[in-house]
């Protein structure tokens, strides 16, 4: 058995190219983990850890990777402002490729730079933001807040209406 430091790169979804199975050698690696919302950065993406499985391979420095994503999260109703959760699931499939400083780009591609490191936690975090509503509702009927005094409609009537 050669050794395996591929599986600290599993638990952080951080894989350096050189231990990335090349598929014309070795049958792809795959994983099966459940991330902290917090390892989503930049975007409080606020819930239970979501569930990330897949599978990763290479042939030479294009890396193929097939990734299914499920998640529970919490996001704040457009209208009342309340937390509420919304769950879902992604299945999707990238190609990273290398790209050298100074090189070309590859706009339909995912990327990786001269340090070796294919990082799936931005994709991944794209594939759910788009997955996300863009305009994110507690219910169809939400009542919002009162423009008046701010009251959340959805717990009954204002003080306005009282009034
Ligand atoms: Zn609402
Ligand atoms: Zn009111």
Excluded at 128 to 143: A, G, H, W
Aim: one cysteine or more; a negative charge.
């Amino acid at each position: 058995m050669p050794d395996r430091p591929i599986e600290s790169a599993v638990r952080e979804l951080k894989f350096q190219i050189d231990r990335i199975p090349d598929l014309r050698r070795m049958p792809e690696e795959s994983f099966d983990l459940r991330l902290a919302s917090e390892a989503f950065p930049e975007f409080v993406l606020r819930g239970n850890p979501v569930h990330v499985e897949g599978n990763i391979g290479r042939q030479g420095t294009e890396v193929t990777v097939h990734s299914r994503i499920s998640y529970e999260l919490m996001l704040e109703c457009g209208r009342c402002l309340d937390p509420f959760p919304v769950s879902g699931e992604v299945s999707e499939y990238a190609l990273f490729l290398h790209r050298k400083q100074g090189g070309p780009t590859y706009p339909e591609h995912e990327q990786y730079g001269d340090d070796g490191q294919v990082n799936l936690i931005p994709w991944l975090r794209e594939l759910i933001l788009t997955d996300l509503p863009e305009y994110p509702l507690c219910r169809e009927d939400c009542s919002g807040l009162c423009v008046e005094c701010g009251d959340n409609l959805n717990h009954g009537e204002c003080r306005c209406a009282r009034r």
